[in-house]
C-alpha cells in the first residue's frame, strides 16, 4: 500500500494552531503587565497577534486526512524551531535584548528548559518579562513531557522504544483518544507540583512572585531566576532544599507520575530500575562531593552536604540554578557535576541530558559483551524494566550515544575557534546539548553565554534544539528520504 506524500497545507494548519495555543501563554506577562503598569504589555500582545492572525488563515482550512508519522515529526519539529522566534519578539521589541540572535538563544534554552542566558543583569529586566521568561520554561517543560510520552516512542529514537513498556500501561497506542487522558492528569500533576512548590517557598520566606517564577522553572527542570545569583540569593536552606526535591520530581518519569496518581501508591517510583539508578547515582554523587569539599577545607561539613545536595540534584536533573558559586570548587567535584549533567534525568520527564535508561542499556550491553569475550558461544539478552531489549533498540542507544557525543565534541571544539578556553568551551557544549544551562568558568554561576559570538549564539541554540528534540528526530526532517513517498 502506498503512502501518501506530506501534505504541506495539513502540518501548516496543525503547526499554526499549536502555536496559537501555545502563544496565549504570552497573554499571562501581558495580564501581569497590564495590571501592575509596567508598561510592557503591547510586547506581549505584538507576537501573539501575529500568531493569531495566522491562526484565523488555518482555522478556515478543511482537512481531511489524520496526521502521518512524518508529518507528526516535521509538525513538532516546525514548532520547536519557530515558537523560540515568537517568543523572542518580547525581548527584542522590549529593547532588553536588541540583538535578535541573543534574544532567539534566550527563547530557545527557555523553551528547551537549558536555562543557559546571555543576560548580565536579570534583576535589571521589567517584572512582566521575567515573568515570560519563567512562562518560557513551563510551556517547553510540559509541551517535550508530552512529546516525550506520546511521539518519541512511536519514533523509536535513540532507543526511545523503551517507553513503549511504560506508556503501554497508560495508552495501548498512539493517537488514540487515551492519550487525552493522559495528557490530562499528566497536565493536573505538572501544575499540582508548581502549586505545591509555591506554597512551600512562600511558607519558606521567598516572594511570591519569586516563588512562582521559581516553581515554573523547578519542575519544568529550567533553571531561569529572576535573582543574579539565583537560589543562592535568599541564603535560605529550607528553600534550598525544597527546591532540589522538586528539581526531582521535575526529572523522575511522569508516566509513574500518572501512575502513582491512578494507583495511589508511591512505590511505583522504586519499582523503575531506571528511577532506582538515578537515586543511586544521586546518592554516591552527593557523598563524594561532601566528603571532598569537607576534606579539601572548602566548607565545614553542614556546608559540604548542603551545598553538594543542591548542586548534585541540579546538575543531575539538568535544572540550571545555582545555590553559590561553585566555579573554583575542587576539579574532582566540577568533574563529578559536568558528569552528571551530560548523563542527565530520567526518561519522560522534564530533564535533559543522554537519559538514565540510555546509560543501563549501555552497562549491560558492555557487561554482556565482556562475558562473550570469556565465553564466545555465549548468547545474552539485555533487558530493562523487566521486557528484553531488541537489537534494533540497541543499535539506535549506541547511535544516539555516539551522536550525542559527536555534537558535543564538534561544538565544543568550534567554540574554541574565536580563543575561549577548553573548559568553558567544553562544558558550554554539554551544556547544552544535555539542556542543563550553567557550564565552567565563563558560563558558569556567575557568568553566562553574552561574550559568544552570534553565530556561536546561534549554533548552541542549534544544540539545544538538538538536545531537546532527541537528535534524531530534528536530523530526520533534513533527510532527502524523509521527503519522499
Given at each position: 500500500m502506498k503512502v501518501r506524500s506530506i501534505d504541506i497545507?495539513?502540518?501548516?494548519?496543525?503547526?499554526?494552531?499549536?502555536?496559537?495555543?501555545?502563544?496565549?501563554?504570552?497573554?499571562?506577562?501581558?495580564?501581569?503587565?497590564?495590571?501592575?503598569?509596567?508598561?510592557q504589555v503591547m510586547d506581549f500582545i505584538y507576537p501573539f497577534l501575529l500568531v493569531a492572525s495566522l491562526y484565523l488563515i488555518a482555522y478556515q482550512i478543511e482537512v481531511k486526512d489524520d496526521l502521518t508519522l512524518k508529518e507528526a515529526i516535521l509538525s513538532i519539529c516546525l514548532i520547536w524551531l519557530i515558537f523560540p522566534a515568537i517568543s523572542a519578539f518580547a525581548y527584542?521589541?522590549?529593547?532588553?535584548?536588541?540583538?535578535?540572535?541573543?534574544?532567539?538563544?534566550?527563547?530557545?534554552?527557555g523553551f528547551t528548559t537549558t536555562g543557559a542566558s546571555i543576560l548580565t543583569n536579570v534583576e535589571g529586566l521589567p517584572k512582566s518579562l521575567l515573568l515570560w521568561r519563567s512562562t518560557t520554561n513551563w510551556v517547553g517543560g510540559l509541551g517535550?513531557?508530552?512529546?516525550?510520552i506520546?511521539?518519541?516512542?512511536?519514533?523509536?529514537?535513540?532507543?526511545?522504544?523503551?517507553?513503549?513498556?511504560?506508556?503501554?500501561?497508560?495508552?495501548?497506542?498512539?493517537?488514540?483518544?487515551?492519550?487525552?487522558?493522559?495528557?490530562?492528569?499528566?497536565?493536573?500533576?505538572?501544575?499540582?507540583?508548581?502549586?505545591?512548590?509555591?506554597?512551600?517557598?512562600?511558607?519558606?520566606?521567598?516572594?511570591?512572585?519569586?516563588?512562582?517564577?521559581?516553581?515554573?522553572?523547578?519542575?519544568?527542570?529550567?533553571?531561569?531566576?529572576?535573582?543574579?545569583?539565583?537560589?543562592?540569593?535568599?541564603?535560605?536552606?529550607?528553600?534550598?532544599?525544597?527546591?532540589a526535591l522538586f528539581?526531582?520530581?521535575?526529572?523522575?518519569?511522569?508516566?509513574?507520575?500518572?501512575?502513582?496518581?491512578?494507583s495511589r501508591n508511591w512505590k511505583v517510583f522504586f519499582k523503575s530500575e531506571e528511577n532506582r539508578l538515578y537515586f543511586i547515582i544521586l546518592g554516591i554523587a552527593i557523598f563524594l562531593c561532601t566528603f571532598i569539599l569537607t576534606v579539601d577545607g572548602v566548607y565545614n561539613p553542614f556546608q559540604a552536604l548542603r551545598y553538594s545536595i543542591f548542586q548534585v540534584i541540579n546538575s543531575a536533573s539538568t535544572t540550571g540554578f545555582s545555590s553559590t558559586d561553585y566555579t573554583y570548587w575542587p576539579s574532582f567535584v566540577l568533574a563529578i557535576l559536568i558528569i552528571l549533567e551530560f548523563l542527565g534525568g530520567v526518561s519522560g520527564s522534564t530533564a535533559g541530558g543522554l537519559k538514565q535508561f540510555?546509560?543501563?542499556?549501555?552497562?549491560?550491553?558492555?557487561?554482556?559483551?565482556?562475558?562473550?569475550?570469556?565465553?564466545?558461544?555465549?548468547?545474552?539478552?539485555?533487558k530493562l524494566e523487566g521486557k528484553t531489549l531488541d537489537f534494533s533498540a540497541l543499535n539506535a542507544i549506541w547511535a544516539f550515544g555516539a551522536?550525542?557525543?559527536?555534537?558535543?565534541?564538534i561544538v565544543g571544539i568550534l567554540l574554541c575557534l574565536t580563543g575561549t578556553?577548553?573548559?568553558?568551551?567544553?562544558?558550554?557544549?554539554?551544556?547544552?546539548?544535555?539542556?542543563?544551562?550553567?557550564?565552567?568558568?565563563k558560563t558558569g554561576p556567575a557568568g553566562n553565554y553574552h561574550f559568544f559570538a552570534d553565530w556561536q549564539k546561534f549554533l548552541l541554540s542549534i544544540e539545544m534544539l538538538l538536545g531537546r528534540l532527541e537528535i534524531f528526530a530534528l536530523f530526520a526532517i533534513f533527510m532527502p528520504s524523509f521527503w519522499r513517498d
Open positions: 497545507v495539513l502540518v501548516f494548519k496543525v503547526v499554526v494552531s499549536i502555536l496559537f495555543f501555545m502563544s496565549i501563554s504570552l497573554l499571562i506577562p501581558a495580564t501581569y503587565s497590564f495590571f501592575t503598569k509596567d508598561g527584542w521589541i522590549n529593547g532588553a535584548i536588541p540583538d535578535f540572535i541573543e534574544a532567539y538563544f534566550e527563547s530557545v534554552s517535550f513531557v508530552v512529546f516525550a506520546a511521539l518519541l516512542p512511536a519514533l523509536g529514537t535513540g532507543g526511545m522504544q523503551m517507553m513503549k513498556f511504560e506508556a503501554s500501561k497508560a495508552v495501548e497506542e498512539k493517537f488514540k483518544p487515551k492519550v487525552k487522558e493522559v495528557a490530562r492528569i499528566i497536565f493536573i500533576i505538572y501544575n499540582g507540583l508548581i502549586l505545591a512548590e509555591i506554597l512551600l517557598l512562600v511558607v519558606g520566606g521567598m516572594p511570591l512572585f519569586d516563588a512562582v517564577n521559581h516553581a515554573f522553572c523547578t519542575i519544568a527542570t529550567g533553571g531561569f531566576s529572576v535573582k543574579n545569583n539565583s537560589i543562592g540569593s535568599y541564603n535560605n536552606v529550607f528553600i534550598e532544599m525544597v527546591v528539581m526531582i520530581f521535575g526529572s523522575v518519569n511522569f508516566l509513574n507520575w500518572y501512575h502513582m496518581y491512578k540510555r546509560l543501563v542499556a549501555l552497562g549491560k550491553s558492555i557487561y554482556g559483551e565482556m562475558k562473550k569475550t570469556a565465553h564466545p558461544k555465549l548468547v545474552y539478552r539485555i551522536a550525542y557525543t559527536f555534537i558535543v565534541v578556553d577548553l573548559v568553558t568551551a567544553f562544558s558550554s557544549s554539554i551544556a547544552c546539548a544535555s539542556c542543563s544551562g550553567p557550564g565552567l568558568l
